[in-house]
């Protein structure tokens, strides 16, 4: 079992930046791709973007050239740096961690308890 803690959400204007840190503890040598979902009010969550063990990282179309995520092994903490956020960007944010699957998206097994990212216009 893999524990996630989230931190780093909060509220910023449109064009801002924020970083959102998830750190991983427990059986972490079973996780194989770590990353972020996000949910808005009303709409489907969304996968935002994802990192693997071995550093290749996936975006949604939707935050490409303004996301990047990134991990620091040394701390078993994976980041996501937000610029140029837009309002669009408002959802709850949640990190996952799941094992190697052939499925075509990551087969999250753990997750942490979200945090908020609200961006004002």
């Known amino acids: 079992q893999v524990q996630l803690v989230e931190s780093g959400g909060g509220l910023v204007q449109a064009g801002g930046s924020l970083r959102l840190s998830c750190a991983a503890s427990g059986s972490i040598l079973s996780t194989y791709v770590m990353g972020w979902y996000r949910q808005a009010p009303g709409k489907q969550r969304e996968l935002v973007a994802t990192?693997?063990?071995?550093?290749?990282?996936n975006y949604a179309d939707s935050v490409k050239a303004r996301f990047t995520i990134s991990t620091d092994n040394a701390k078993n903490t994976v980041y996501l740096q937000m610029n140029n956020l837009k309002a669009e960007d408002t959802a709850v944010y949640y990190c996952?961690?799941?094992?190697?699957?052939?499925?075509?998206?990551?087969?999250?097994?753990?997750w942490g308890q979200g945090t908020q990212v609200t961006v004002s216009s």
């Open positions: 996952g961690a799941g094992p190697w699957s052939t499925k075509p998206d990551p087969d999250f097994r753990s």
């Open positions: 990192i693997t063990r071995g550093g290749n990282s």
